[in-house]
């Protein structure tokens, strides 16, 4: 799918979707605890649709009612081949949890999660009791044996989504454990792991994020719990409002503990207004100067940021982009790529993207069947010269499947 993008004012307002990230987490610790949870607001990307059907065939009962989705567990699989579709979170996540259940089972999935290394998972589960095989690095991933506990050291450099599998797992797991974590990244997003693990009734110890002793032998709960509002798909509306109109968000946690609320920082460094209400957050456009950011906890801000970092007065810095290439595209190559095809120049230097904020100029760009690069070029395009066509549009899916619908509400043409 493609779609076409004029130069248009933004005024949005509307209530913004769940968070996948926590909706992926409470899904695998529905799984695993004792009778039903109730999970309230649930999200419905095509990566949180993908966990659910793996929920199904591990054994679950899933009721879909007003806004709600039950889930039961009955402990007894029904099928061994399993797929997370293109969830990065979903298949670091659940290998560990399907490591619990003794039983050969085979992870895949499709699209740009095939090209993503998955081999560092295989020591660390091996360490822990667990045998897994990937393929040549890669998916498909061949579970065998079960997870039993005890010690291990991953490198938390590329991603702390395999830790929040880890996490996830081991306090059902028979044996004590400790992971010992080295170069954490995305500590937020831990702190987003043990946070919900608490809620469902575990508890891990955590010292300082360098070192985590779970307590084998522990039992979930069936939990009643309400999925927050997703500051990741907010970012996008509220850019976009910030550079050309303006937005009101509601469904956002002000306290939030996801990465992504990061955003409300940039966009006050660069001088938006903004008003944060309990219910609701509005950002408005206003002359915008440059800024740097330190993206390496919040990755997934790069493109949004990035759209930002075009409509501000100057050159802007934002750090981390090591922490890009193993996104669903090398999302630093893929940003300089398509914001130059339609006039902004990107430099790469070390770790950091360097921005000369200037005119959009229209062009033709492509996704790289990439959600977060669809939205963020979707919403530098509100301020270019000459219309912006986005081929592979429809990557918006992955994440965020209102996206295009709430996105063209908001237009002033």
């Known amino acids: 799918m493609n779609k076409l993008i004029e130069h248009s004012e933004y ?102 999660l095939l090209k993503r290394p998955m081999i560092s998972m295989e020591k660390p589960l091996a360490d822990l009791g667990a045998k897994v095989k990937t393929t040549n690095g890669y998916i498909p991933i061949k579970i065998e044996g079960k997870l039993k506990g005890g010690e291990t050291e991953i490198d938390g450099s590329e991603s702390s989504q395999f830790l929040t599998g880890l996490l996830t797992a081991l306090p059902l797991a028979e044996k004590d454990s400790i992971i010992k974590v080295k170069n954490l990244k995305s500590i937020p997003y831990v702190e987003m792991t043990l946070d919900i693990i608490r809620r469902f009734g575990g508890e891990i110890t955590n ?44 469904g956002l946690n002000p306290a939030s503990l996801q990465a992504d609320k990061a955003i409300i920082n940039v966009l006050m460094n660069c001088g938006a207004h903004i008003e944060i209400d309990s ?31 075009s409509q501000c007065a100057g050159t802007s810095i934002i750090k981390g982009i090591s922490r890009l290439v193993h996104k669903e595209s090398n999302r630093a190559m893929s940003i300089k790529e398509e914001f130059e095809k339609i006039g902004i120049a990107i430099t790469l230097e070390d770790d950091n993207m360097i921005i000369e904020g200037g005119q ?29 066509q986005i081929d592979d549009a429809d990557a918006v899916n992955k994440s965020y499947p209102k996206f295009w619908g709430d996105f063209e509400k908001s237009l002033k043409k």
């Open 207 to 250: 010292h300082d994020h360098k070192v985590f002793e779970i307590k084998g032998g522990q039992k979930y709960h069936g939990t009643d719990y309400t999925v927050e509002g997703d500051w990741s798909s907010a970012a996008g509306h509220l850019v976009a409002g910030a550079i050309a109109g303006r937005a009101t968000i509601y």
């Open 11 to 112: 005024n949005a307002d509307f209530t913004i979707p769940s968070s996948k990230s926590y909706m992926q987490r409470a899904v695998a610790l529905a799984i695993l605890a004792d009778g039903k949870s109730i999970l309230r607001n649930p999200d419905n990307s095509n990566d949180s649709l993908a966990i659910l059907n793996i929920a199904r065939k591990l054994g679950c009962s899933i009721h879909n009612s007003n806004d709600t989705v039950e889930i039961k567990t009955f402990n007894t699989i029904t099928e061994t081949n399993l797929s997370v579709g293109e969830a990065g979170l979903g298949l670091r996540l659940f290998t560990p949890v399907c490591c619990l259940f003794g039983t050969n089972i085979t992870i895949g999935g499709y699209g740009t």
């Open 360 to 388: 959009i100029t229209g062009g033709r760009v492509n996704s790289h069947q990439d959600h977060r690069m669809a939205m963020a070029l979707a919403i530098a395009a509100l301020n270019s010269q000459t219309p912006v």
């Open 279 to 309: 219910d609701k957050i509005t950002v408005a456009k206003h002359q915008l100067m440059p800024f740097h950011f330190d993206a390496t906890d919040c990755p997934d801000l790069f493109p949004v940021v990035a759209s930002l970092a």
